[in-house]
């Protein structure tokens, strides 16, 4: 079974930074690249931010650009987001996706996911 697997989430003041790591299923070679999603309670799956495994091409959602980054270690086929500056609106389950043909920021572009970690930004 294909399902990438999420960690690094938690319990954050207002202002703080979390680091969430996201280790893919297969090899690189094998699918284009991978996105972070996240979701509020009673919301929908919002887009957060997806590169290529090439890194030749980064997406960010407007709400996260300056404050969050995404990286990659193809050597280890994982995924990072750190999150900075985190305010309370970033609070949700954040999830990791993998595409196999091409990334985007819609949900329907990834194949798998993986169950979700969950972020909390709260004093």
């Known amino acids: 079974q294909v399902q990438p697997v999420e960690s690094g989430g938690g319990l954050v003041q207002p202002g703080g930074s979390l680091r969430l790591s996201c280790a893919a299923s297969?090899?690189?070679?094998?699918?284009?690249?991978m996105g972070w999603f996240r979701q509020a309670p009673g919301q929908g799956r919002e887009f957060v931010a997806a590169?290529?495994?090439?890194?030749?091409?980064?997406l960010y959602a407007d709400s996260v650009k300056g404050r969050f980054r995404i990286s990659r270690d193809n050597a280890k086929n994982t995924v990072y987001l750190q999150m900075n500056g985190l305010k309370p609106e970033d609070t949700g389950v954040y999830y990791c996706?993998?595409?196999?043909?091409?990334?985007?920021?819609?949900?329907?572009?990834?194949?798998?996911w993986g169950q979700g970690t969950q972020v909390t930004v709260s004093a």
């Open positions: 996706a993998q595409a196999r043909s091409r990334i985007g920021s819609t949900t329907s572009e990834y194949d798998y």
């Open positions: 297969g090899r690189t070679n094998v699918n284009e690249g």
């Open positions: 590169t290529k495994w090439t890194g030749d091409v980064i």
